[in-house]
């Protein structure tokens, strides 16, 4: 395995890196004051889209998207995306000012990747532009979703109709003002086999009884403007054409894009981390107690230094998990997916942990992102998958390989 970048790589790299210098990092306290003003709930600050007409211009726009997607590909192959997307990681809002951010990156690639020609050409298209944002509707409150089997939400065909009929609820960016696009997973065949009794089907955010039931908090922030809501789904109709790939293809498509968005987390998770531990180097440098600097004090920098070990054993799975999954795609890689879910989200909790300790009570509050970026890495510890369903997947892939190794 090479990591080492190409020169493409390393001129977007560059690219990107100034981008967040000049525009996003001087944006960071004023976008945060704005959301968190009251008065501005649910609105999308003015200078967010601003910023992405910027970052569309200079063509740092949907680098997530794999080369196998032809014509609506950047071009980049997932390793290649790694260091971009770590790069974005460390501001929370950064990966939509370049059109990657969840969970509009795992919608454009289901569409991409299943979607027919009249569902790319009506919802593809408009979210590769930006011009919209989208939700995934699968987690359900009264089923456990990390089973994506378990999904009660009902949808039925009566005539050239689907009729939806559920309640979901972790719908992230559902409350945003420019969502109108969402991707239901429901079961069309309760009987049939375990796998193939779930379908997706495309609902437009305005369809009559579609409700928006109330916002779910993380951590008690709302995370307007885009938000995470629980839906009510009651006698939705849409049109036969809306459902993709076809009836009992759900579950099969809730994979093929739970994957590469696992991928996608962990390298954000890495450049958040990177930045907790640089922020945490400035502060035990600069900050001076019982008559000498923090940075002298030899408990700091064990903290330091195990901080940078765990970013780079992190890095290093992260990009050998990219690399297998475009060599093999998401079923070979599937292990190594498991790992970096269990190893990204709570590597990038603890370092952030430490940062936010090292800065004392400064460390909790608005005047740096250490709060932010602690609670984006617990909270993706429950998104797309709890540690323990990875642990267990791993753990009994672990065996058998052991088992059968040792049979032959």
Not at 297 to 307: C, D, H, L, P, T
Request: hydrophobic share 40%.
């Amino acid at each position: 395995m090479n990591f080492e970048h190409s020169d493409k790589v390393k001129d977007l790299m560059a690219q990107v890196d100034a981008f967040m210098q000049e525009h996003i990092f001087p944006a960071e306290h004023a976008l945060e004051e704005f959301v968190n003003d009251p008065a501005n709930l649910w609105v999308v600050p003015p200078i967010v889209e601003e910023l992405k007409q910027k970052a569309k211009a200079q063509g740092l726009w949907n680098l997530f998207l794999p080369e196998e997607y032809g014509e609506f590909s950047p071009g980049l192959t997932n390793l290649e995306y790694a260091p971009l997307a770590e790069l974005m990681g460390r501001v929370e809002f950064a990966s939509e000012i370049f059109n990657c951010s969840a969970p509009d990156t795992g919608n454009m690639e289901v569409l991409a990747r299943y979607g027919s020609p009249e569902q790319q050409a009506r919802w593809l298209k408009p979210l590769m532009e930006g011009e919209i944002r989208s939700a995934y509707l699968m987690t359900e409150p009264d089923t456990a979703c990390s089973d994506a089997t378990n999904v009660e939400t009902s949808i039925v065909r009566d005539g050239d109709e689907y009729v939806i009929n559920g309640r979901k609820w972790w719908s992230s960016s559902v409350y945003d003002p420019r969502c109108e696009l969402l991707l239901v997973m429901g079961k069309t065949d309760p009987d049939a086999g375990r796998y193939v009794q779930q379908s997706t089907i495309i609902v437009p955010r305005d369809t009559p009884g579609v409700t928006v039931v109330r916002p779910l908090k993380v951590l008690n922030a709302l995370h307007s403007p885009a938000g995470h809501g629980e839906v009510l789904l009651e006698n939705v109709r849409v049109p036969v054409g809306n459902m993709i790939l076809g009836e009992g293809r759900g579950f099969e498509i809730a994979q093929g894009r739970l994957g590469p968005g696992r991928v996608h987390h962990c390298m954000r998770l890495i450049g958040a981390a990177q930045r907790c531990l640089d922020l945490m180097c400035k502060r035990v440098d600069s900050r001076v107690a019982f008559g000498k600097k923090l940075s002298a004090q030899g408990s700091i920098r064990q903290e330091v230094a195990k901080s940078r070990c765990e970013i780079e054993q992190a890095r290093l799975l992260t990009l050998s998990t990219a690399d297998k999954l475009d060599k093999f795609g998401n079923k070979e890689a599937k292990d190594l997916i498991a790992m970096i879910k269990i190893v990204a989200p709570r590597m990038c909790q603890e370092v952030a942990d430490r940062a936010m300790q090292a800065h004392g009570s400064k460390g909790l509050c608005q005047d740096t992102p250490l709060a932010n970026l602690y609670s984006y890495a617990r909270f993706v510890r429950l998104a797309d998958g709890p540690d323990e369903v990875h642990m267990a997947q791993l753990g009994k892939n672990t065996i058998l390989a052991a088992v059968e190794s040792d049979a032959r």
